[in-house]
Nanobody, 113 residues
């Protein structure tokens, strides 16, 4: 079964940038849409952040990240990235990628001084 692996999280100052990556192990993304969600600290639920269709590259974003985050795909490398700029403390959380109901284990993003 395909598993998803996220990478690129870390600690960054407000106004800084991070780039997250999501890659499938044991397979490919196929024709599915790939989405990023995040789980803020102290909350059980996950919020949609951004999504992209693997075939056509159509993107969509949550209002909270429009203009700051960019989701993209690299067909040659079989990866999906989330470029996060102008980060604010409210962006703190565990970021997950998901495709075809498969979820990665998440990567921690902390925006703090």
């Amino acid at each position: 079964q395909v598993q998803l692996e996220e990478s690129g999280g870390g600690l960054v100052n407000p106004g800084g940038s991070l780039r997250l990556s999501c890659a499938p192990s044991g397979g490919t993304f196929g024709s599915y849409s790939i989405k990023w969600f995040r789980q803020p600290p102290g909350r059980k639920g996950r919020d949609f952040v951004a999504g992209i269709t693997w075939s056509g590259g159509t993107t969509h974003y949550a209002d909270a990240v429009k203009g700051r985050f960019t989701i993209s795909r690299n067909i040659a490398k079989n990866t999906v990235s989330l470029q996060m700029n102008s980060l604010v403390p409210e962006d703190t959380g565990v970021y997950y990628c998901t495709a075809n109901e498969v979820w990665g284990q998440g990567t921690q993003v902390t925006v703090s001084t």
